[in-house]
């Protein structure tokens, strides 16, 4: 048996798991399905929190950056960013 | 145009006639794709045969395409004439121009190709300018839903970001996908996330992109006679609901997909852009700049 892992990306509404998913991504490494840009037009899971809840590990958070002094008006990237995974196991 | 300065998009549904977009077509030698063997082979027809012409970039808009061509047709239509008048100036310059295929998924079933859809991206490269560019969009032909029309993400325009930085952003709420009846024309700010779909028809997609600089400054293009005024500070919070909606309720509307703290931000951001569009540098919509530019120290 091997295992794969399974990676889901959730941006959130504000930096607390609580928050709504508001930009996700999907990567499979056990190559079940393929995923890709513009699939589904609904979050997989409507908080970080519910993510947590259906098993999803979470292993990377953003920080909190303070922003550049005279850039502080300057608008990005999407902020709250939150790294989660799953290992399955099974022959691939 | 508060609209445009809002979201970084409009449509104009079915603007070029029935005879203009079979011209298009025919110039361009559109075929089954049972007829086209590759991509390549299939550009490299359109280039040799079609009347689009190759276009140094800087070229003024005026001079760009051949007399009559479906092309210079479509750019003298008053409507397309007048937004583009209105955005980015009558004296226009193309950047550059590109006919978009997309080939459906016979065609990577015969290539035996992985058919995936293009990442979330800004075009170019970062952008921190004042000055917009705009990108304009025509489709010969009808876009149905699974022939995946350009996705795009309303309200994203003024975010600097760097190209495809972005691609990690799979999916984001509040996507949209072009889904489009023949001849319909989009024009999209040059800082608007978007990326191609994928084409899951039996039919070859079509999308014919030029991207136009201005050359003046963009203020009031849109007002020749020069006389919008911004409207008043309204109550904010503890408000009046049975007022009626003004330009001010657009280019104060919030996306699904910006974050709590940062939508505040965006907000800001349009009313900057709102300022530099009427030339009235110290208006501001529901307090948001007057408030932090009280600074008495
Ligand atoms: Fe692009």
């Given amino acids: 048996m091997a295992k794969r892992q399974k990676v889901l990306v959730l941006y959130l509404k504000f930096p607390s798991l609580e928050a709504e998913v508001i930009s996700w991504a999907t990567f499979d490494g056990t190559g079940k399905k393929l995923h890709m840009t513009g699939d589904s037009d609904t979050p997989p899971y409507p908080t970080g929190l519910d993510a947590l809840l259906d098993g999803w590990r979470l292993f990377q958070a953003s920080q909190a950056i303070p922003e550049q002094p005279g850039e502080e008006y300057r608008t990005s990237y999407l902020k709250h960013e939150f790294f989660f995974e799953k290992l399955e196991e099974g022959d691939f | ?297």
């Avoid at chain 2, 145009?1 to 979201?7: G, L």
């Avoid at chain 2, 029935?18 to 550009?43: C, M, P, R, W």
């Avoid at chain 2, 121009?97 to 991206?121: D, E, V, W």
């Avoid at chain 2, 149905?144 to 795009?152: A, D, L, P, S, V």
């Fill in chain 2, 1 to 297: 145009m508060a609209e445009f300065a809002s979201s970084g998009c409009l449509f104009f549904d079915e603007l070029i006639d029935e005879q203009t977009n079979k011209e298009f077509l025919d110039d361009i030698g559109h075929t089954d794709i049972d007829k086209a063997d590759s991509v390549n082979d299939f550009y490299k027809n359109i280039k040799a045969t079609s009347s689009i012409p190759r276009i140094p970039a800087g070229t003024p808009l005026k001079e760009a395409f051949p007399k009559n061509s479906p092309l210079d047709k479509i750019f003298k239509n008053e409507v397309v004439e007048g937004a583009i008048t209105s955005l980015v100036g009558s004296n226009t310059i193309v950047d550059h121009q590109f006919l978009h295929i997309t080939f459906p998924t016979k065609y990577f079933n015969q290539a035996n190709q992985r058919q995936m859809s293009q990442a979330n991206h800004q075009d170019s490269t970062i952008d921190p300018r004042s000055t917009f560019d705009v990108q304009l969009f025509y489709f010969p032909t009808e876009v149905t839903k699974e022939m995946g029309g350009t996705r795009y993400h309303p309200g994203t325009h003024l975010r600097i970001v760097n190209e495809m930085a972005i691609a990690k952003y799979q999916n984001i709420l509040g996507q949209k996908s072009i889904v489009c009846k023949p001849g319909t024309i989009g024009i999209f700010h040059s800082g608007l996330w978007h990326g191609a779909g994928v084409n899951f028809s039996e039919n070859i997609r079509y999308m014919f992109k030029v991207r136009l600089q201005p050359t003046e400054k963009q203020e009031l293009l849109w007002d020749p006679e020069k006389k919008y005024q911004p409207l008043p500070n309204r109550a904010l919070y503890w408000t009046d609901e049975t007022k009626d909606q003004t330009i001010n309720d657009i280019l104060m509307r919030s996306y699904p997909w910006q974050e709590a703290d940062t939508n505040r931000l965006d907000k800001i951001n349009v009313v900057k852009f709102w300022r530099l569009l009427t030339g009235h540098k110290k208006m501001d919509v529901d307090y948001w700049l007057t408030r932090i530019e009280n600074e008495l120290y």
